[in-house]
T-cell receptor, first 112, second 115 residues
Framework: QKEVEQDPGPLSVPEGAIVSLNCTYSNSAFQYFMWYRQYSRKGPELLMY????GNKEDGRFTAQVDKSSKYISLFIRDSQPSDSATYLCAMIAPSNTGKLIFGQGTTLQVKP | NAGVMQNPRHLVRRRGQEARLRCSPMKGHSHVYWYRQLPEEGLKFMVY????????ESGMPKERFSAEFPKEGPSILRIQQVVRGDSAAYFC?????????????FGPGTRLTVT
């Protein structure tokens, strides 16, 4: 079993839709949760990070963490074609040595 | 403020040759991380370095791979005697000096092709 599971998609939505991206994990010691966006043939771009359980909002993006269910989500409101990319969740290893554990990534396409 | 810089962006090597990948962290960052992304797979941690120190190399293959981050100059990921299975995108990330190591900023990557 992988430490972090993420449905690779692809996920296709019309412009303006609300997008929900999710990851599950198995290690209850994870404390920090990150979302990265990666455009084709580019490096990952840090979108948001959250600590422990709860919500965090930044513009059209909302990150949620439910530690009791070992489940994290990223919501994108009013999705735009420019949001089309691969979204990667990542979590910090318990030893906190900086070793991020990534999900496989979900490919999102927002159609005009 | 320049981001993380990596060079070369594309590298082609024949089997058995050596590959050297370079990474310059963001200004003010002294933590460097290397990750590998194989086709259709997520990013896999390889190594975490600070200046002149390897902090965590638990993701590095035991043979042929090495990494350094000297006092002066960029961090180098070195792959000796490359094989076709080494073909991948290699990403470097950096995080702020004295700051949280979960806040990592990635470079554009080096795409290594082994022929």
């Amino acid at each position: 079993q992988k430490e972090v599971e993420q449905d690779p998609g692809p996920l296709s939505v019309p412009e303006g839709a609300i997008v929900s991206l999710n990851c599950t994990y198995s290690n209850s010691a994870f404390q920090y949760f990150m979302w990265y966006r990666q455009y084709s043939r580019k490096g990952p771009e840090l979108l948001m990070y959250t600590y422990s359980s709860g919500n965090k909002e930044d513009g059209r993006f909302t990150a949620q963490v439910d530690k009791s269910s070992k489940y994290i989500s990223l919501f994108i409101r009013d999705s735009q074609p420019s949001d089309s990319a691969t979204y990667l969740c990542a979590m910090i290893a318990p030893s906190n040595t900086g070793k991020l554990i990534f999900g496989q990534g979900t490919t999102l396409q927002v159609k005009p | 403020n320049a981001g993380v810089m990596q060079n070369p962006r594309h590298l082609v090597r024949r089997r058995g040759q050596e590959a050297r990948l370079r990474c310059s962290p963001m200004k003010g960052h002294s933590h460097v991380y290397w990750y590998r992304q194989l086709p259709e797979e997520g990013l896999k941690f390889m190594v975490y370095l600070q200046k002149e120190n390897i902090i965590d190399e638990s993701g590095m293959p035991k043979e042929r791979f090495s990494a350094e981050f000297p006092k002066e100059g960029p961090s180098i990921l070195r792959i000796q005697q490359v094989v076709r299975g080494d073909s991948a995108a290699y990403f470097c990330a950096s995080s702020p000096s004295g700051g949280p190591t979960y806040e990592q900023y990635f470079g554009p990557g080096t795409r290594l092709t082994v022929t």
